[in-house]
């Protein structure tokens, strides 16, 4: 079963459509990034999957649970919806974290000591939020959502106002939370940074759902090759090639690279040079959004 | 369902509009002792410090009161929509509803915090004038600052207790007032400004006389009158309880 479903969902306020139609699904360990230009309702889908909205159109299921339906649903839910994340100012980190964890039904005290230190917050946990920096609130966000071991986590901007050192920690706890079996579906606008370990991109554009990417199993070859054109036609002919395009001078593929050079060299190719390409995704991204 | 509770009340008296409220209606009274056109504006000489109390009742229910419990509840509100806090709440899984009541329950604690307050303050400021038995009247009793004779300490302290319960009864339908406009509007001002506008309104439609005994505006000032409390506090009672239903029906479904 998915861990999260978007079935048609869409948003209207009043005659003007925010979503149109969007549908989508995170499966267990599964990270998926939504992309969009601003104003594309990454933020209003974020608030529509975690119940803070209502859609018009379509439901959101949380482990087969509708989260609009049932507010016992986002018992499985973790999320940051806003950056930086909001919290009480005169409380401190902890006492603020304490009160998610009542909330959350967390029971276990252990367990505010364990998120704190794995978002690097003991340090300040017992200073009052109000004295945290940007990325200090942004990253305690994070810890109140992972609090009470979601299976779902819906994160929207998670990196925005972070340092360095602190992207990297985000990056590397969402890799590792995916390892978990945990379910992550995030809008950013960093795809290259993203693209290191996510899943799927969906990419949003004007309410809609413009394309889905799987970017696992996405590895691409490039080729040089004499003479291209000849080594093109070859490779389509494989089956072990999925897809071929020229690109310059060279040669892109997807699909069995040791495949493609015998019978290239059986043919009489001469090989200059074969490695390991990624995929693009920013440059997909773009003439995607340019297109739509 | 307590913890949450006790969380919402934490908060209330976190904000700045409450304890701005209760500093006011503590130091109001002083100034009203101290007032020197006590006779030509009431006709009232100060002949004891229970008069103080009654007083600084009347003079904050007149206007301050009403809308100090109407600022609190739309700021309860509406300053955790402009920090951000309201959305972290909402994403645990706790129904809305739960969340409003609790923070209902804590709004209605308000009144008699701040009349209580009112009442502390009133008697510190009273304690010149003597605390005990005197010729005149409190105030909110019969006969009004005149009296009907001698009034002795207990008498005066039950009529006080009783004005101030029946005031605070008084303001628990202008904080569910203000809740509604607060869920309609997320706003602290948008909801504040509504809720005193509607209790303006419908101060006008005294120009109806088939409504008035129906009237929220009517009973505002049912502490100087306990002879209406039969009529006046059940139908308090249900307009608290319709303008609450109305706030968790319209948070139910509010987009955040």
């Not at chain 1, 209207?12 to 149109?20: T, V």
């Not at chain 1, 990417?213 to 072990?240: F, H, I, M, N």
């Not at chain 1, 395009?245 to 200059?272: N, T």
Request: net charge positive.
């Amino acid at each position: 079963m998915e861990a999260l479903r978007l079935e048609g969902i869409g948003k209207r306020y009043g005659r003007k459509p925010i979503l149109e139609g969007v549908s989508l699904a995170v499966r267990p360990g599964e990270v998926y990034a939504l992309a969009g230009p601003n104003g594309s309702g990454k933020t209003t889908l974020i608030r529509l999957v975690t119940g803070l909205a209502f859609p018009t159109a379509g439901r959101a299921l949380v482990l087969g649970e509708d989260v609009h339906k049932n507010p016992g649903a986002r018992r499985h839910l973790g999320a940051v919806v806003e950056a930086p994340a909001a919290f009480y100012p005169y409380l401190t980190g902890r006492e603020n974290l304490r009160m998610h964890a009542h909330l959350a039904g967390v029971r276990e005290e252990g367990r505010l000591g364990e998120v704190l230190a794995r978002l690097r917050l003991l340090a300040v946990a017992d200073q009052k939020v109000g004295s945290y920096s940007l990325g200090q609130r942004q990253r305690l966000g994070l810890a109140a959502a992972i609090l009470p071991r979601p299976k779902v986590l819906v994160l929207d901007e998670p990196t925005s106002g972070l340092d360095p050192e602190g992207v990297a920690l985000v990056h590397g706890l969402l890799r590792e939370l995916a390892q978990e079996g945990v379910a992550v579906l995030l809008s950013t606008h960093h795809l290259q940074e993203v693209a290191q370990y996510a899943h799927k991109v969906g990419i949003l554009g004007g309410g809609r759902l413009l394309d889905e990417v799987a970017l696992s199993g996405k590895e691409a070859y490039r080729l040089e090759a004499d003479p291209p054109e000849g080594a093109l036609a070859l490779l389509k002919t494989l089956p072990q090639v999925r897809s071929a395009r020229l690109q310059g001078r060279a040669l892109v593929f997807e699909g069995d690279p040791e495949a493609a050079l015998r019978a290239l060299l059986q043919e009489g190719y001469r090989v200059r040079a074969l490695h390991p390409q990624r995929f693009d995704l920013m440059a997909y991204y773009q003439e995607r959004v340019k297109h739509a | 369902m307590l913890r949450l509770f006790a969380f919402e009340v934490y908060k209330l008296f976190r904000l700045r509009s409450v304890q701005l409220g209760l500093l006011a209606a503590f130091l109001l009274p002083f100034l009203w002792a101290l007032a020197p056109g006590l006779k030509e504006v009431y006709g009232l000489v100060l002949a004891s410090g229970w008069q103080v109390v009654a007083l600084s009742l009347l003079a904050g229910m007149e206007f301050l009161f009403p809308f100090l419990v109407v600022m609190a509840a739309s700021e309860a509100l509406g300053s955790e929509v402009a920090q951000g806090t309201l959305k972290s709440l909402l994403l645990r899984p706790l129904p809305r509803s739960l969340l409003l009541l609790a923070k209902l329950l804590a709004l209605f604690l308000y009144p008699f915090v701040l009349l209580a307050v009112s009442f502390l303050g009133g008697l510190l400021a009273g304690l010149p004038h003597g605390l005990g038995p005197f010729y005149g009247g409190t105030g909110v009793g019969a006969g009004g600052f005149a009296g009907v004779g001698l009034l002795l300490p207990p008498q005066a302290l039950a009529e006080l207790l009783r004005a101030h319960l029946l005031a605070g009864a008084v303001l628990l339908p202008l904080v569910a007032l203000a809740l509604l406009y607060a869920t309609v509007f997320l706003s602290t001002t948008a909801s504040a400004l509504a809720a005193v506008a509607t209790l303006l309104l419908m101060r006008l439609l005294v120009a109806f006389p088939a409504l008035t005994p129906f009237l929220l505006t009517t009973y505002l000032d049912l502490h100087l009158r306990p002879e209406a409390a039969g009529l006046g506090l059940p139908l308090l009672f249900i307009y608290t309880l319709g303008f609450a239903f109305l706030a968790a029906l319209v948070f139910e479904r509010k987009d955040l």
